[in-house]
C-alpha cells in the first residue's frame, strides 16, 4: 500500500500530462466512447469497458478523492491508516478474510491487490479473474464494501498500529528528514507541508478510533466516489450491477465541503541549504514554479506537445555533457515537469563531483542560458517531433492490444483531476494535425518564458561534513550572473550522414528448417552454424524481442582480468562503425528499438527489440556492436572518473554500507561477487576491456538467437541472413568454467552498526547445493511463497512487528545446482531477535508439519492465475526459451506446467524444507543503528 508525495499523472497514451480545472474558451477533448459511464443519484460515478487484454481478466479501482489534505490536526496520517483497514475488516469480508479469500481465488496481497494514499486521493485496485460468475460478483461486493462498508473494529485498529508505523519506519533516513526541512520552504507554506500521507507518529500511536471513524463517515461518501471496471466482462451486465448494488451509498446529511487546497504563488525567490550526515552526494535544484499546465482543450493538448519536445531536446543536450570526456557532475538535466498543488516547475538540477559543485552547477546552468539565447536548432527539432510521432504511432497500432491497466489509469484521471481521456485514434489524429505545425519559434519562446525570475527556489543538499564549505544564496546568484556574463557560442548540431557500418556484412545462408507444429517454433540452422528459433505470436502487433547467446562469458578470465573483463560491457556505449556515441544517439532518436550487447559471468549475450519496421535497423545495430565496436579512451577517462566521484560518500549510507556487507559475505568474499569500490575501478584498463570484449565476440560459434513477437516469417529471412548469418563464426566453442564462488557453507553471523534513526534491517540467508529439476524448482517455488503467507499473517498481521516481509529465492542448474532462499525485513531494533526467532519458527513448523493445505492451495491459485496471463506476452516466451535452451531443458516443458503443480502436497513442500532448509548453512545479516552498538 505505497503512499504517494505527489501522485504523478497518468499518459494520454504516452505523454505526461497535467491537472487543472476545465476550461471553455478552446475545443473541448470529447471523452472516450468506448467507455459505458454514469453517475447514479447519490453522485456515485462509473466508468465501465469491455477490453480483452488480458483475456479473463478484469480490473476493478474505486477512486476517492479524499487524502490526507482533508485531515484534522488530530487525524494527521488517518487517511492512509483508514486505506489499511479496508483490508482489515468490512461487512461482508471480517477482519482479514478479504485477503483469505482473495488469495485463493490468485490474486496476490500486494502485488495484485493494493491500493494508495496521496494527498488528495485514495485509491483501491483489484485485478480478478472474470470467468468466474463467483469471483466475479463477490468483486462488486469487495468494491461495495471498499466504498463504505468497513467496520473499524477497534481491536483491529490497535493491531494495524504497529504495522503502518513500521512502514513510517521503513521511510525514516536522510531523505526523510531533510524534506522535513525544505518542504514548509519549497510548498510555501502551504497545507501540503504538514499534511503528509504517512501523518505524524504521535498521531499515528496515541489517536481514538472515534478520530478515525469521524474521517470515514465524512469524507468515504458516493460523491466523491468512483467505480473504474475495464476487463474481459459484460459491460451491460455490470451497469445492472453497478447500479442495483451502489444506489444504496448515502451522502452525510451535514456534508463537509470538499475544499481544494493548492500551492500559492508568492512572487518571491528562496533558498535553502540542508545537510545531513547520512547524505552521500551533493546536489543543488533550481526550481522555477508556475501555474500548472491542464490537459482538456486542443490548444492545451498542443501546448504540452510544446513541452514534451521542449523536454527532449534539453535532455539531449544535457545528455551530451554527461558524455564528454571530463563530465562536469555526476547528473546533470532539466525541464518542466509537474510539481504539486497545482503548479508545475521548471527544474534544472546537478548532483554534484566531491568538491566540484561550482564547477557542476555551472555546467548546467550554462546550457540553459545557451538555449535561451540561441533557442534549438531545427535539425534537433525535426528528430524530436519524428520521436514523438513514432512512439503515439506505436501506441495507436498497438490500440486492440492494449492492457486494461493502461485505460483505468487514464479513466483514473479524468475522474480525479478531469484529464482529457480521448482514446488513441482521437489522439492520434490530434498529433498528426497538430505536430507539423510547431515551429522552432515557439520552442525557442518557451526555453525563455519558462527560465523566468521570480518564483524561484534553490534546493541544496550535502553531507553533513561538508556544511562549512557549502555556497550561501548570494554565492549561487554569483555564480549564475558569471554564467549571464560569459560570452557562449551557439549549440552546433553535428550529425552524420554516413551509414552505421563501415562494411557491410556478407551475407550468409539458411541451410536447414524445422517447424514444430505443437510449439509454433521454427528453428533454422544457418551455413555460419548459428542456430535461429523463431516463435510468431499476436500478442503484440508490432513488437519483436530477439535474445542470442554463447558460453563463456567473465569465468574464462583470472581474477587479475576480471574488473577490465566487467569494465567490457562499457565499449558498446562508445558507439558503432563511423559513429560516436552522439551520433549514434541522434540516429536512433526517432526509431523504436534497443539493443544491448553484454559478457556476463556464463556468457556473452545480445538483448534487443522493436517495432516491425525497425527491427533491421536494429540487427543492423547488432551486427556493429559485435563486428565494430569503437573505442573511446576520452569517455572511458570520464565514466571512471564519473564512478569514482560517487562512490567518494558511499560510507555515508547505512543503507549502502548494509548491502556491501551482504554482497562480501553472500559472494564469498571473492572479488567477483563484492560491491564496487574505487580500488577495484582503478583496476580497469581500457585496452584489456576492449581486447577481452573483441575476444567474447570475435566468433559467435556457438550462439544461438530466440525472436518472438509479431514476426513476418517471409520477411524476416533475408535479414536474419544477412545480419545473423553474415556473423564470423570460426573456431572452437569456449565453455563456461566453474569458478565454484558460491555463498558460503556453514552458521555466520554479522552485525553492521551504521545509521542514526532507530530501524533495523534484516536478511536470513539459506543456501546450498539443490537438485535441479522442473518438478523439484516447482516445489521449492511452493515453499517460498507458503513461507511468505505465513510471515505475512504472523510477522505483520499477528505481531505487527514488519510492514512488508519478503522471501526471495533464487534456484540454478549450471555451472552447479543451487539454492539461495532470503528471508527480509525491516523492524524496530528491538523487535530484530523477536521476529527472526518467529521466522525461523515458521520455517521449523513447515520443516516438521508441512504448511497447511489451505496455503498449498494459495499458492496453487496465484501461480495458475499467473501463468494464465504470463504466456500470452512476448517477454515470458522469450524469458522461457533462452533460459530453457541455456539450461538444456525441453522447450515444451511448459505444456505440463500446470498439471505438474496441481500434484503438489504439503507432504511434497515438507520434504523440500527439510532437505534444504536443515540450518547447516544459515547466515543471519542484521543492520542496526550506530548507538546499538
Known amino acids: 500500500m505505497p503512499l504517494k508525495f505527489n501522485n504523478k499523472p497518468c499518459i494520454l497514451a504516452l505523454t505526461c500530462i497535467l491537472f487543472s480545472s476545465l476550461h471553455t474558451n478552446a475545443q473541448t477533448i470529447p471523452f472516450d466512447a468506448a467507455v459505458r459511464t454514469g453517475k447514479l443519484p447519490n453522485g456515485f460515478t462509473y466508468y465501465i469497458r469491455h477490453n480483452e487484454e488480458p483475456k479473463n481478466r478484469v480490473t476493478f479501482y474505486l477512486a476517492n478523492k479524499v487524502g490526507s489534505l482533508l485531515e484534522t490536526d488530530d487525524q494527521q496520517g488517518l487517511a492512509h491508516f483508514m486505506e489499511h483497514m479496508s483490508f482489515n475488516g468490512t461487512v461482508h469480508f471480517p477482519k482479514n478474510e478479504l485477503v483469505n479469500y482473495l488469495q485463493k481465488a490468485g490474486v496476490r496481497f500486494g502485488a495484485d491487490i493494493n491500493a494508495y494514499t496521496g494527498f488528495d486521493e485514495t485509491v483501491y485496485q483489484l485485478p480478478l479473474p472474470s470467468d468466474d460468475p463467483a469471483i466475479l460478483k463477490n468483486g462488486i461486493e469487495i468494491m461495495h464494501d471498499w466504498a463504505h462498508g468497513a467496520t473499524l473494529d477497534v481491536a483491529e485498529i490497535n493491531k494495524e ?154 535532455g539531449e543536450r544535457y545528455g551530451e555533457l554527461t558524455r564528454q570526456a571530463d563530465p562536469p557532475f555526476l547528473n546533470g538535466g532539466a525541464g518542466i515537469n509537474s510539481f504539486i498543488g497545482g503548479l508545475d516547475a521548471y527544474s534544472i538540477s546537478v548532483t554534484a563531483k566531491p568538491g566540484e559543485l561550482e564547477k557542476g552547477f555551472k555546467a548546467v546552468w550554462r546550457e540553459n542560458e545557451r538555449i535561451k539565447r540561441f533557442g534549438f536548432t531545427a535539425t534537433e527539432l525535426e528528430r524530436a517531433k519524428t520521436s514523438y510521432y513514432n512512439q503515439v504511432e506505436s501506441v495507436q497500432k498497438e490500440k486492440n492490444k492494449t492492457p486494461s491497466d493502461s485505460y483505468v489509469n487514464e479513466y483514473l484521471h479524468y475522474f480525479l483531476h478531469g484529464t482529457a481521456a480521448p482514446g488513441i485514434d482521437y489522439e492520434f489524429n490530434l498529433v498528426k494535425k497538430e505536430l507539423a505545425g510547431i515551429t522552432l519559434t515557439e520552442l525557442n519562446s518557451l526555453a525563455k518564458t519558462v527560465s523566468k525570475t521570480t518564483d524561484r527556489d534553490i534546493l541544496l543538499m550535502a553531507p553533513e561534513k561538508d556544511k562549512a564549505s557549502l555556497p550561501t544564496e548570494a554565492t549561487v546568484i554569483n555564480w549564475m550572473k558569471d554564467i549571464q556574463a560569459e560570452e557562449i557560442t551557439a549549440y552546433k548540431d553535428e550529425t552524420s550522414t554516413e551509414s552505421i557500418l563501415k562494411n557491410e556484412p556478407v551475407a550468409g545462408k539458411i541451410v536447414s528448417k524445422q517447424r514444430d507444429g505443437k510449439s509454433g517454433i521454427t528453428t533454422l540452422m544457418l551455413s555460419n552454424g548459428i542456430t535461429v528459433l523463431l516463435k510468431p505470436t499476436d500478442f503484440k502487433n508490432n513488437e519483436i524481442s530477439f535474445s542470442g547467446f554463447a558460453p563463456g562469458g567473465t569465468s574464462l578470465y583470472n581474477d587479475a582480468d576480471y574488473q577490465s573483463a566487467s569494465a567490457a560491457n562499457m565499449i558498446p556505449s562508445y558507439g558503432v562503425g563511423n559513429y560516436n556515441t552522439t551520433a549514434m544517439e541522434k540516429y536512433l532518436s526517432g526509431k523504436q528499438l534497443g539493443v544491448q550487447v553484454f559478457v556476463t559471468e556464463r556468457t556473452q549475450s545480445i538483448n534487443g527489440g522493436s517495432v516491425n519496421n525497425d527491427l533491421e535497423a536494429a540487427l543492423q545495430l547488432m551486427y556493429g556492436y559485435i563486428t565494430e565496436p ?276 504439503p507432504a511434497d513442500v515438507k520434504d523440500v524444507a527439510g532437505k534444504y532448509l536443515s540450518g547447516k548453512n544459515y547466515i543471519k545479516l542484521v543492520l542496526l543503528p550506530q548507538k546499538a552498538q
Not at 166 to 185: C, I, N, Q, S, W
Not at 723 to 750: H, Q, R
Not at 875 to 899: R, V
Open 630 to 905: 569503437r573505442k573511446d579512451s576520452l569517455m572511458f577517462q570520464g565514466m571512471i572518473a564519473r564512478s569514482k566521484a560517487s562512490l567518494a560518500n558511499r560510507q555515508n549510507d547505512p543503507n549502502s554500507v548494509f548491502q556491501d556487507t551482504i554482497s562480501a559475505v553472500l559472494g564469498n568474499y571473492s572479488v567477483r561477487r563484492t560491491a564496487p569500490s574505487i580500488e577495484k575501478i582503478s583496476q580497469m584498463n581500457l585496452d584489456r576491456a576492449y581486447a577481452i570484449y573483441k575476444e567474447r565476440f570475435a566468433s559467435e560459434r556457438g550462439f544461438t538467437f530466440v525472436f518472438v513477437g509479431s514476426i513476418d516469417t517471409v520477411t524476416i529471412m533475408p535479414l536474419l541472413e544477412k545480419y545473423i548469418g553474415g556473423l564470423p563464426a570460426t573456431g572452437n566453442v569456449e565453455e563456461a568454467k566453474d569458478l565454484n564462488i558460491n555463498i558460503p557453507a556453514g552458521k555466520i553471523e554479522k552485525i553492521v552498526y551504521k545509521g542514526t534513526e532507530p530501524k533495523a534491517s534484516v536478511n536470513l540467508v539459506f543456501s546450498g547445493a539443490f537438485d535441479y529439476s522442473f518438478a523439484g524448482k516447482l516445489k521449492m517455488d511452493a515453499l517460498k511463497e507458503t513461507l511468505q503467507i505465513r510471515l505475512l499473517e504472523r510477522l505483520r498481521e499477528d505481531e505487527g512487528g514488519v510492514y512488508s516481509p519478503g522471501v526471495r529465492l533464487n534456484t540454478t542448474k549450471l555451472p552447479q545446482g543451487r539454492f539461495n532462499m532470503t528471508v527480509s525485513f525491516g523492524c524496530a531494533p528491538e523487535n530484530v531477535d523477536k521476529l527472526i526467532a518467529s521466522s525461523l519458527d515458521e520455517i521449523e513448523k513447515i520443516k516438521t508439519a508441512g504448511p497447511a493445505q489451505v496455503n498449498v492451495d494459495k499458492f496453487k491459485a496465484e501461480t495458475q492465475r499467473s501463468i494464465e496471463t504470463a504466456v500470452k506476452t512476448n517477454g515470458f516466451w522469450l524469458g522461457y526459451l533462452s533460459s530453457q535452451l541455456q539450461n538444456k531443458e525441453d522447450l515444451n516443458q511448459i505444456d505440463t506446467y500446470i498439471q505438474q503443480l496441481n500434484t503438489i502436497t
Open 161 to 314: 498500529r504497529g504495522v503502518v508505523l513500521e512502514e513510517k519506519r521503513l521511510g525514516k533516513g536522510a531523505g526523510d528528514r531533510m524534506r522535513t526541512k525544505y518542504f514548509p520552504v519549497i510548498l510555501n507554506n502551504s497545507r501540503y507541508a504538514n499534511r503528509l500521507p504517512i501523518g505524524t507518529e504521535e498521531v499515528l500511536k496515541n489517536f481514538k478510533p472515534e478520530a478515525i471513524k469521524r474521517y470515514y463517515q465524512d469524507w468515504y461518501r458516493p460523491n466523491l466516489q468512483a467505480l473504474i471496471i475495464v476487463g474481459d466482462i459484460d459491460v451491460a451486465k455490470m451497469e445492472q450491477l453497478i447500479k442495483a448494488k451502489f444506489a444504496d451509498l448515502k451522502n452525510p446529511v451535514k456534508e463537509k465541503p470538499r475544499t481544494k487546497y493548492t500551492v500559492p504563488l508568492t512572487g518571491k525567490n528562496q533558498f535553502i541549504a540542508v545537510t545531513d550526515a547520512e547524505m552521500p552526494v551533493t546536489s543543488l535544484e533550481l526550481m522555477i514554479k508556475q501555474p500548472e499546465l491542464p490537459l482538456h482543450t486542443v490548444a492545451q493538448y498542443r501546448q504540452n506537445i510544446v513541452r514534451q519536445l521542449f523536454n527532449t531536446m534539453l
